[in-house]
């Protein structure tokens, strides 16, 4: 195992109800700027509770966070924390305003010229202004975790950030939430999380049995709970594991000790940049081709994979971890999501040579758990799922 430090500070409410508890845990004092997406929260009750619980608090709001949080939007966000004197942020939302709200926690404290550099260099966040949030979409585990990834259409570039200080305070999770998602946004939310293991566990053996079988148990409620949840979005204790498998996904707690690999989401941001694919959906367009391309280093970690979570236990390691590959293919089918980059646009046939480009130029020359996928290999990858 190698060597970490896990510190986690975010505080989890978990369940039925636990909305009201906005009204103690934000401080009294505080001047708060509400934050949103395109008023989904409008619709299912979410709004209303969270106005209810804050009451006696003074709050400002900010509505139209998009899915793929737009640099544009939160420059907008931006501008009223500096005017009125904002000084806690709340996120209701999923991934896409919980991510803009901590770009906007960095920003608000950022003393360069441009906040565009704290994305751009990456600039780490040491300390953030102070923020919480609603989660009401399980997929990104970005309720407990300290990372972002905001997009800027004006140059197609969706790049990542993060540092210790963008940690939320505390992250309210009320599966209730879960029942008005419509189904696209739900098998967003399993691949994402799934694939979220994956990276994590589909590298090389180092032993840490533990972190396997964590990241394994994860795997094995996702594929039990994930096509009831699509069925069934209202029955509440599916809903309770599918959320909390989310944010156990990507809470850093599994990558600890364990190397890790990301590949398949820096080349998925590409695609969501550059054609506008939702963020799951370029998982698993990349994914299986990668550990395809990458075989010989991941085989020993796909055929364990095969073996623990889907039960092949015949021939040897190639075989099992081919096999491994497959039924992951499969289970993106079975939740009714597509798998090759033609599944999603026509306009694929420079999607490959851009890539690589852009890799070159930001210097990204080895990304992966050995830090030896090339741009030029990220090219042949998108190649093999066009
Ligand atoms: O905007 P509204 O109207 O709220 O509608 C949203 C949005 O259209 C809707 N929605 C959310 N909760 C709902 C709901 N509709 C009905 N009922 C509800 N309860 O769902 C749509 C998609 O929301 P979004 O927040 O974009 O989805 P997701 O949570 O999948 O977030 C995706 C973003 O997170 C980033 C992705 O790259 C992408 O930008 N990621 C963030 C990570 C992190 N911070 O750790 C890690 C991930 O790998 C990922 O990269
Ligand atoms: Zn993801």
Redesign the pocket.
């Known amino acids: 195992m190698l060597n970490f430090e896990f510190k986690n500070p975010t505080k989890i409410l978990f369940g039925k109800g636990q909305i009201v508890q906005l009204k103690t845990l934000v401080p009294a004092n505080a001047k708060v700027l509400f934050l949103?997406?395109?008023?989904?929260?409008k619709t299912?009750g979410v709004y209303e509770q969270v106005t209810a619980a804050l009451a006696d608090h003074k709050v400002v709001e900010f509505r139209g966070i998009?899915?793929?949080?737009e640099y544009d939007t939160l420059m907008k966000a931006l501008n009223i924390i500096k005017t009125q004197d904002i000084d806690f942020l709340l996120a209701v939302?999923?991934?896409?305003?919980?991510?803009g709200t901590k770009f906007l926690s960095s920003a608000a404290l950022y003393e360069g010229n441009d906040p565009w550099e704290i994305l751009a260099k990456p600039i780490r966040t040491e300390i953030g202004m102070p923020f919480a949030t609603v989660l009401?979409?399980p997929?990104?585990?970005?309720e407990m975790?300290s990372?972002?990834?905001i997009?800027r259409a004006e140059t197609k570039e969706?790049l990542a950030m993060g540092g210790p200080g963008l940690f939320p305070q505390f992250s309210i999770l009320d599966p209730q939430?879960?029942s008005?998602?419509?189904v696209r946004?739900l098998q967003?939310?399993i691949i994402?999380a799934y694939t979220?293991v994956l990276e994590q566990y589909l590298t090389y053996p180092i032993g840490a049995f533990l972190q396997d079988r964590f990241a394994e148990s994860i795997l094995k409620t996702l594929i039990e709970v994930g096509p009831a949840i699509i069925k069934d979005p209202a029955n509440y204790d599916l809903a309770c594991e599918f959320m909390w498998c989310c944010t156990m996904a990507?809470n850093g707690l599994i990558q600890k000790g364990v190397p890790t690999d990301w590949a398949t989401?820096m080349i998925g941001?590409e695609l969501?940049a550059q054609f506008g694919i939702d963020?799951?959906r370029t998982l698993a367009i990349v994914a299986p081709n990668l550990y395809k391309y990458k075989f010989e280093n991941k085989k020993d970690k796909l055929a364990q994979y095969g073996e623990r979570i889907w039960d092949i236990k015949q021939g040897p390691t190639e075989n099992k971890a081919h096999m491994a590959i497959e039924k992951t293919i499969a289970f993106f089918h079975q939740l009714g999501v597509d798998t090759k980059l033609s599944d999603y646009t026509q306009e694929y046939t420079n999607a490959a040579q851009s890539i690589e480009e852009r890799f070159t130029q930001r210097g990204w020359k080895g990304l992966g758990e050995r830090k030896d996928i090339t741009p030029s290999d990220a090219k042949k990858i998108i190649e093999m799922s066009y």
């Open positions: 949103y997406g395109g008023g989904s929260i299912n998009e899915a793929n949080p939302g999923g991934g896409s305003v919980i991510d009401t979409l997929a990104t585990g970005s975790n990372g972002a990834v997009t969706k939430v879960i008005s998602i419509p946004q967003n939310g994402d979220h990507l989401h941001h969501t963020h799951a």
